[in-house]
């Protein structure tokens, strides 16, 4: 545009200069040397525009061809970020879409043309673990550490978060513990760390890295002490599994006081406990709790349990009959409780006041023990039908709250035989 404009000022001032010369006889005489020039001014004039429109674009060229080399740069650096950023959308957008094979072939087509091409290498190894090509997954997150070096926690836990998608659950706890090591502040880590130790059952290491996390304010307080509810109850269920009683009773003296008051812990314990003969411990327990909260867990375990009196710890349990007449839990428990001290009428009408407010498989076995135990063997046969058709027929919904209660009811069934 502006060497258009410059020829057309050139041509103008060639125009203004003949028409101005026209009537003038005006000459111009140059003299070099031996040489003498005579032109007249139009002529003179005419030429010296043309000689500085063939100077200008002499420069110009001049100036074009000494910017080649950079002009040419910045066209193939523009082109390059163009078809990176062609390559790079269409490569997420399949992946999100779930189009895995189109993903890893469009970020690996933008590999080249990228200036930092860690996020092709990261979403080409997610594409790649999902097609089953683990080689190559791994393949990419390698390249994607040489590339960028500095950006080796974004590849780890890129790493580990994929290896724990494939279950590779030891591999995946070897690059976090690694991560850690080596950035003990980054937070997404020990997150990654606390779920997969959580996994693995390995309530040790849950419980020494939540107070890392309440430092690092990643827990609120109340979410801290659920997770130690959780390992510790955790790692009772595994004293309890190893069949020594020292082993749970040392796992149980190892749990924070404060902490052995709460209802699950306790429960818990009560369960494992059930394992072994003496449970006067968890009968104590167990009255020092219902004397201060009501909870209808508790109370099932309470007829579990074998105290030191039986008589006393029946009484105990009818004095909650004053607040709690019709809960059918605490009437299958003075049921239960009733059989130990070898009272059989009261246990009868406990345990069919019981299934009358509602019929439980529990209630109904118990009752055909007592029947069985009376002689009365066709009703203790209904009473087993019963309880039998009643738990198959349980409906999907309660289903959940069945499979929670089948290692309890595993202890009731052997509990129960014994006392009786």
Not at 186 to 210: C, G, P, R, S, Y
Request: hydrophobic share 45%.
């Amino acid at each position: 545009m502006r060497f258009l404009a410059v020829i057309l000022l050139a041509m103008l001032i060639a125009a203004v200069a003949g028409g101005l010369t026209e009537s003038s006889t005006s000459h111009i005489i140059l003299t070099f040397a031996d040489w003498t020039v005579q032109a007249s001014l139009a002529f003179f004039l005419i030429l010296l525009v043309i000689l500085f429109i063939l100077v200008y674009i002499s420069i110009r060229l001049l100036v074009r061809l000494w910017n080649f080399p950079k002009q040419l740069k910045h066209w193939k650096k523009q082109r390059h970020q163009r078809l990176s950023e062609k390559y790079l959308t269409s490569g997420l957008l399949a992946l999100i879409e779930g189009n895995w094979k189109s993903a890893e072939e469009s970020l690996k087509k933008g590999i080249p043309y990228a200036r930092a091409p860690l996020i092709n290498y990261l979403g080409a190894a997610r594409a790649a673990q999902q097609q089953d090509a683990l080689e190559r997954r791994d393949h990419y997150l390698k390249l994607a550490h040489e590339n960028n070096p500095d950006a080796k926690v974004a590849v780890g836990i890129t790493r580990a978060e994929l290896q724990i998608n494939q279950h590779q659950t030891e591999q995946a706890l070897a690059t976090l513990t690694n991560l850690h090591e080596r950035r003990p502040d980054q937070k997404q880590v020990k997150l990654m760390l606390l779920k997969i130790h959580t996994d693995l059952k390995d309530w040790k290491n849950v419980l020494e890295l939540l107070p890392e996390l309440k430092r690092a304010r990643l827990f609120s307080t109340e979410n801290i002490q659920a997770k130690q509810l959780e390992a510790y109850a955790g790692m009772l269920q595994q004293a309890g599994g190893t069949a020594n009683k020292e082993t749970l009773e040392n796992t149980w003296q190892g749990i924070p006081k404060n902490l052995r008051k709460e209802l699950h812990l306790l429960e818990v314990y009560t369960f494992e406990k059930l394992k072994f003969a003496e449970t006067a411990e968890c009968e104590q327990l167990l009255r020092q709790s219902l004397k201060k909260h009501w909870d209808v867990g508790i109370v099932r375990l309470y007829g579990l349990v074998e105290g030191e009196d039986s008589a006393r710890q029946l009484a105990f349990a009818e004095k909650l009959l004053s607040s709690h007449a019709r809960d059918q839990v605490l009437l299958l428990t003075l049921g239960r409780l009733s059989m130990r001290n070898s009272l059989w009428g009261k246990a009868r009408d406990y345990l069919e006041e019981s299934l009358e407010i509602q019929p439980t498989p529990e209630a109904y076995r118990e009752l055909a023990v007592l029947l069985e135990k009376q002689g009365e063997y066709s009703l203790a046969s209904a009473c087993y039908q019963q309880g039998l058709a009643l738990a198959t027929t349980i409906t999907r919904h309660d289903s959940v709250k069945l499979l929670e209660q089948v290692e309890r009811h595993e202890a009731v069934c052997e509990g129960a035989r014994q006392v009786v």
